[in-house]
């Protein structure tokens, strides 16, 4: 039995750099190791360099879980990054905000990147939110706020730029559900209203560069109340607020997205 306990130490240090599911076999090498040991503690050999290999294996796993949670957070939610960038610097500095499809420096408070070179921009007054989302795409992009990860409707902002900036192309729609995929329809549509107070798109193509190559990627803008009191929009809470991002290769906002994924919006 001191030879099983050898080879689940020997695994344990080949499955650490699993987060969470590597966890199972040197927790079980360590506790077999140490039953044999003190059942017969005359055969310590294979036991105990069983219960050494697994404590180690042990030790690596946890911390690789914890550093995986740390740094990386927005990876949770993130799926099918593609290479390559792209999108407007961060921002620092007061700016006073427009819609114009253009992310100043310093226009919104705060800013998040989330998977496939998806960003996120908002800035916050006492009734309204600021928002701004960028993707490396021409297509169309969009982003659902929701309540829940797994089930339950979803209220989103899509649309699709062009070489001027296009209010027209921006939509508030609705979504029954969102996972694991949605249908969506505009609010005006199901009986609801338009809640955009504002809003802009526009597509960007970077100039050419030799030092660097940036994808072209599509910018919108809007400005919305926290509260709408349309019954196909849902509130903005002080506090995290799930959301969906979204992305598609061309303008049909209701085409199936070539990169989605989730995040978390923090609101003061």
Known sequence: MGGEVFVLGILALFTWLIPFFGLPI?????????????????????????????????FLSVSYSVISIISSPDDLFSSNNPPGGGGPPASTGPVDWKADGK????????????????????????????????APTTGWIGIGFIDSLRSG?????????????????VYD???????????????????????????????????????????????????RRFTTGDAFDLPLLSGPNLFVWAYGNNED????????????????
């Open 26 to 58: 040197p927790i079980i090498g360590l506790v077999w190791g140490i039953i044999i040991l003190r059942r017969r503690p005359a055969k310590k050999g294979l036991p105990i360099a069983g219960v050494v290999l697994s404590s180690i294996g042990l």
């Open 173 to 223: 729609m609705w979504s029954n559900s969102h996972y694991p995929n949605w249908s969506v329809i505009s609010d005006p549509d199901t009986g609801g209203q338009m809640s955009l107070l504002e809003r802009a798109a526009l597509e960007e193509i970077p100039a050419a560069s030799d030092e660097s190559e940036s994808p072209p990627y599509t910018v919108l803008e809007f400005r």
């Open 103 to 134: 992310i100043e420096i310093g226009e919104y408070e705060g800013s998040l990147v989330v998977g496939a070179n998806f960003q996120v921009y908002w800035k916050t007054d006492t009734q309204f939110i600021y928002m701004a989302i960028s």
């Open 153 to 169: 409707p979803m209220d989103m902002i899509a649309g699709y730029g062009g070489a001027g900036v296009a209010a027209g192309n």
């Open 253 to 268: 906002v209701r085409a199936t997205p070539t990169y989605r994924g989730y995040g978390v919006l923090e609101l003061p």
